[in-house]
């Protein structure tokens, strides 16, 4: 299976990764205008704000709630559940409606975001994009977990890797790789899969 088989974040996708052996799913969320989460990545559908698209338009673009992935989720006990909250006000509403759990990971390209997802008891991982292993170096020491970019992955020497909880890969051969490594890889391919989470 490819990741473009299905719409991105779309609950078919999720299902699918799910039944195909993926040890969990990854979901970009957005605070929508109706004061849903709703799982986008993208800032704009069809020219229209991602946020503002109606109840009847998310449909149309197999876009569901955070609580109906919370939902399917149930059905696959043990799998992860990774969440990217988008904007800070996603992520306090995310706080508000979700307990942390031991398969709910909180992610996010913001510092602000993930230092408060940690306050809120959340299994944290903060992404970069920064380019330089000396900023992932620096950014461990806050106590939460980071995850380099591709470009990244073999930047670090072997004893800092298995300090690197989690990366984000384009290629399924690097994942598995990294995961020979003692890593976990969150691939962006076959399709959004994570391995190894929970040796």
Not at 3 to 11: E, K, T, Y
Not at 171 to 192: F, Q
Request: hydrophobic share 40%; aromatic share 8%.
């Amino acid at each position: 299976m490819r990741s473009d088989q299905f719409p991105q974040n779309s609950l078919t996708a999720f299902h699918t990764a799910l039944d195909l052996g993926a040890d969990g799913i990854e979901c970009d969320i957005r605070l929508a205008d109706d004061d849903n989460l709703v799982c986008i990545h993208d800032r704009q559908v069809d020219g229209l704000r991602a946020e503002s698209l109606s109840s009847k338009q998310r449909k149309q673009h197999s876009i569901p709630l955070l609580e109906e992935v919370v939902e399917l989720m149930k059905n696959y006990p043990g799998k992860g559940l990774w969440i990217e909250a988008k904007t800070w006000e996603a992520a306090t509403k995310i706080f508000e409606q979700l307990q942390p759990q031991s398969t709910r990971v909180l992610i996010s390209f913001s510092d602000q975001i993930a230092s408060r997802a940690l306050e809120n008891g959340w299994e944290t991982v903060l992404l970069d994009d920064t380019g330089g292993p000396d900023v992932i170096r620096d950014r461990s020491r806050s106590g939460m977990r980071f995850g380099p970019s591709a470009n990244l992955a073999f930047c670090l020497a072997d004893e800092e890797l298995s300090q690197a909880s989690a990366w984000t890969v384009n290629d399924l051969n690097i994942a598995k790789l990294l995961h020979e490594r003692g890593v976990w890889a969150l691939t962006t391919d076959y399709p959004k899969q994570l391995l190894d989470f929970f040796d």
